[in-house]
């Protein structure tokens, strides 16, 4: 089993910056995609960004051109750089390992809040 811990969200103006990192406590290596989600009040969770083990990267449309999504499996690390944040950036955002429906895992979140 592995454990997710987010860190790296906070308060930012409009049009400010910010990165979030996702440490894992164990080798992400064999997990296939390592993704970022988040979840505003009242709404569904949502993919932000994703990583492939094979270099792979696909974003949310809102999101694309603004947020950078990077995986080091050596590390065992994701992170996604947040740029030109927007108050609808706003939400609880997850760090996600997958493997296959049976070898998934979530972190506890991490607040982002973008005031206008």
């Given at each position: ?77 994701v992170d996604l750089q947040m740029n030109s944040l927007k108050p609808e ?28």
């Amino acid at each position: 089993q592995v454990q997710l811990m987010e860190s790296g969200g906070g308060m930012v103006q409009a049009g400010g910056s910010l990165k979030l990192s996702c440490a894992a406590s164990g080798s992400i290596s064999s997990f296939n995609h390592m993704g970022w989600y988040r979840q505003a009040p009242g709404k569904q969770r949502e993919l932000v960004a994703l990583a492939t083990n094979a270099g792979i990267t696909n974003y949310a449309d809102s999101v694309k051109g603004r947020f950078t999504i990077s995986r080091d499996n050596a590390k065992s690390t994701v992170d996604l750089q947040m740029n030109s944040l927007k108050p609808e950036d706003t939400a609880v955002y997850y760090c996600n390992a997958h493997k296959n429906w049976l070898t998934d895992y979530w972190g506890q979140g991490t607040h982002v809040t973008v005031s206008s």
